[in-house]
């Protein structure tokens, strides 16, 4: 209720606004000589032409700060700088932002050449200057004041200005001064964006906010975020097209410290919230799962045969008695009534679909003889396909070893490592992009996160094996901030930074190969990145580009620890993409990361 | 003083004529690339492009003091040469840019994000592609990129670009003469 009748008071304003602004541009033509006043505080300023507006902003000339608000102002032929006591505002002509302390703002309306005087949008100075403007009628003008005026002036400029009879009936007159504008110091939502993506993302750019909490509400279906400790104006709904998750996003003003989001959904579905390290916050979707079903081929194999917004991550976890494979869709959301049923397709007797917890949705098999899932394809049509093996975990992994590793039959998968040999050692491995960053993708929809996240943890497997105290980054789909990772590397006192990642080039499919970069002028960081790359090289057998010094990568930069990015391959190039996203070629890509690691550490230990 | 300044332009346009030949002719030599010719008697001025493997920026060369929007207009154009490689992603606008001092603002659309391949080697050549072409734009030194008129922490999820950058010399492809 209390929003109702927020919304309508501001409605009501901003209607009698602009109509009061429409009735004066006809008593007052902009060009006329006797146009608007304009005051700062109660001094009035000489205006040499008259107040121009330019797409509902009042445009000032730069005189103003000089004489007016103690502002000294240069002008040469690039820009032009007003320097105030706290702040130096740069703008040039007819470029719409403003420089503040080497930060760029936009502008509604760029300065112009008015008759021979540069004007600028009052508003954007009056809000970096922490003035209201203020449109008053007594002088028929604007006045620029401080935003808390200590006594509340009262006028019923209505009954004054278009007699009684104008008054709305509904509506009693009230007494207020028109503020056009208010300082946005307390704009502390600044942006809602909705930023889509498989997860179909929305972010809210926050000032700050000092804590949220959210309800999953139905009739109809929408999430509800209320923001606490956010001040400021909520901003214009934001209409999404052609989701199958979000409709809009809107905002209002629940009460004094509380700001409401409502992403109205189509279904109601499960959601995350991130808040980012810079700020703000992100809400995360779940994937959708619409259909689901089994399926035999002609050889009497069987497969689960499914239709979700992407690929989500499967946990599997396997039950006796009776004999259950259980496969957790992660941040999954149920998009149809759940099911249980009698199948009898040849080892499966059961399946079951629930969602399990709000973000989890479970499938079960009841099945009379071990099976265990292979790799998640995805099909040009836009569905998924998990093939089903008939026999036990293991036997199921010693299968896909078997087919995908065959091209590298020489190096051995699961290497026997002396103990210990890195002991003493930590190192920091980091799989790059994750959560909602997926960084580059495939032709085949193959996503960098995913494939950085498997070879790192098999890296973090095998330097373990080896005694190496191993820190990860990230170990599951996360997002962390490329500026937080270095952070991580130095807390945790590591001696070597390794960074997973799969290349792109901007002509998509041209370039192949594996390249490493490493932290500029640093000859440690450069020794690590040869042998590693030379490693790597050896065992993945993809062309050999460079090793290469950046002093421009957020990872490298924040942290002195000699570190290195491994692009292992290019997954934009339709060949590397197969190879990059099979597991057999994953561990070895990791294989290759660990030995030039370890013949690093070795050649090199005191 | 006339006849000093007059030196001074000589050994200028010597010098121009040199680097360009140089350029010119590496490329005839090493890999058959021909930059679009100009007079090099006339103002010229370089538009970068990415090399096919993405290992290195190109020069394109084109008649004119090269104002900024010439120089982004030429970039968003995309490269003449059909062996040389886009660094712009599609869809890209250009919202504009201001100058402080000898650092450049340039301000584009969400496209430069959101439609990015992605990849260091695709971020490198978009970042530094944008970078060398206005580094040397009438007193330009150092450029920031912003999208959708704010600062931007990174493009693809490698680079740092909360601070202007300068000119990568290394990546360039005429920087061996």
Redesign the interface.
């Known amino acids: 209720m209390v929003m109702i009748t927020i919304g309508g008071k501001t409605m009501k304003r901003v209607a009698l606004i602009l109509f009061f602004l429409f009735i004066l541009s006809i008593l007052y033509p902009i060009n006329s000589e006797a146009a608007l006043k304009l005051f700062v505080g109660n001094d009035e300023v000489e205006l040499k032409n008259s107040l121009v507006m330019i797409n509902g902003n009042f445009m000032i000339p730069m005189d103003v700060f000089e004489d007016y608000l103690g502002a000294d102002v240069k002008i040469t032929p690039e820009h032009f700088e007003m320097v105030f006591a706290d702040q130096t505002i740069l703008m040039q002509l007819g470029v719409e932002s403003a420089q503040i302390d080497g930060k760029t703002y936009q502008l509604d309306v760029a300065p112009q050449l008015v008759e021979g005087e540069i004007v600028v949008p009052i508003r954007f100075i009056a809000n970096r200057l922490g003035l209201s403007l203020v449109f008053d009628q007594d002088i028929m003008g604007l006045r620029l004041e401080t935003s808390k005026p200590s006594a509340r002036r009262e006028r019923s400029f209505t009954s004054n200005l278009f007699g009684q009879q104008d008054v709305q009936p509904d509506q009693p007159a009230e007494t207020e001064t028109i503020v056009l504008h208010h300082p946005d110091e307390e704009q502390d939502l600044k942006e809602i964006i909705f930023m889509g993506g498989p997860r179909s993302r929305v972010f809210l750019d926050l000032k700050s906010y000092t804590g949220y909490q959210t309800h999953l509400l139905t009739e109809p279906d929408r999430l509800v975020i209320d923001l606490y400790g956010v001040g400021g104006d909520p901003l214009p709904p934001v209409e999404v097209r052609d989701n199958p998750v979000v409709r809009s996003i809107r905002s209002s003003r629940f009460d004094e410290y509380t700001m409401r989001i409502v992403c109205d959904l189509h279904d109601s579905t499960g959601y995350r919230v991130n808040p980012w390290p810079q700020g703000g916050l992100e809400i995360e979707f779940n994937f959708q799962l619409t259909a689901i079903e089994l399926e035999a081929n002609d050889d009497d194999q069987f497969a689960l045969r499914f239709q979700a917004s992407a690929a989500p991550v499967i946990e599997t976890i396997y039950l006796e008695d009776p004999l259950r494979l259980v496969l957790d869709l992660q941040e999954t959301t149920l998009m149809m009534r759940s099911f249980d049923r009698a199948v009898n397709q040849g080892p499966v007797s059961r399946l079951r679909v629930s969602q399990h917890t709000p973000s989890v949705t479970r499938v079960v098999l009841q099945v009379t003889e071990p099976m265990a899932p292979l790799q998640l394809e995805q099909l040009e049509s836009g569905g998924f396909v998990l093939p089903l093996f008939r026999g036990t975990a293991s036997q199921a992994h010693a299968y896909l070893a078997q087919t995908q590793g065959t091209q590298h039959e020489i190096i051995d998968l699961d290497p026997v490592l002396p103990d210990g040999e890195l002991s003493g050692l930590t190192v920091v491995v980091d799989a790059g992009h994750g959560g909602s960053d997926p960084g580059t993708i495939g032709h085949h929809g193959t996503f960098e996160k995913d494939v950085n996240l498997a070879i790192s943890l098999y890296l973090g497997e095998y330097l373990s094996q080896a005694g190496a105290r191993v820190i990860y980054t990230r170990d599951s789909d996360a997002y962390v901030s490329i500026f937080e990772r270095p952070a991580i590397a130095t807390q945790a006192g590591a001696d070597l930074f390794i960074s997973v990642h799969a290349n792109s080039s901007i002509n998509r499919g041209t370039a192949r190969g594996t390249e490493t970069l490493y932290r500029a002028k640093d000859p440690v960081s450069e020794l690590l990145a040869r042998t590693v790359q030379d490693e790597v090289v050896a065992a993945v057998t993809l062309a050999n580009r460079r090793i290469w010094g950046r002093d421009d990568l957020a990872v490298f930069n924040n942290s002195k620890i000699p570190a290195i990015m491994v692009e292992v391959g290019f997954l934009d190039h339709p060949d590397e993409e197969l190879l990059l996203r099979a597991p057999g070629f994953q561990k070895v890509a990791a294989q290759g990361i660990f030995n030039g690691i370890r013949r690093f550490y070795l050649e090199n230990k005191r | 003083m006339r006849w000093k300044r007059s030196i001074a332009i000589a050994v200028v346009v010597l010098l121009l004529l040199l680097v360009a030949r140089a350029v010119l002719h590496r490329h005839r030599e090493d890999s058959e690339i021909l930059p679009v010719s100009v007079d090099v008697t006339e103002p010229f001025y370089a538009v970068y492009f990415?090399s096919?493997?993405?290992?290195q920026l190109i020069p394109e060369f084109h008649q004119g003091v090269g104002t900024v929007e010439e120089r982004v207009a030429r970039l968003m154009e995309g490269p003449r040469l059909a062996e040389l490689?886009?660094?712009?992603?599609e869809d890209v606008e250009f919202l504009?840019?201001?100058?402080?001092d000898d650092v450049l603002?340039l301000?584009f659309s969400h496209h430069l994000v959101t439609r990015h391949?992605?990849?260091?080697?695709?971020e490198?050549?978009?970042v530094y592609g944008i970078v060398n072409t206005l580094v040397g734009a009438w007193?330009v030194r150092q450029v920031q990129i912003?999208v959708e008129?704010?600062?931007i922490?990174?493009l693809?999820?490698?680079?740092?670009l909360t601070e202007p950058?300068e000119k990568d010399y290394e990546l360039l492809g005429s920087s061996h003469i």
Request: proline share 5%; glycine share 24%.
């Open positions: 990415g096919a493997d993405g290992t490689s886009a660094v712009f992603p504009g840019y201001s100058q402080r603002f301000n391949p992605g990849g260091s080697t695709g490198i050549m978009t007193g912003l008129g704010r600062q922490l990174t693809a999820g490698h680079l740092d950058l």
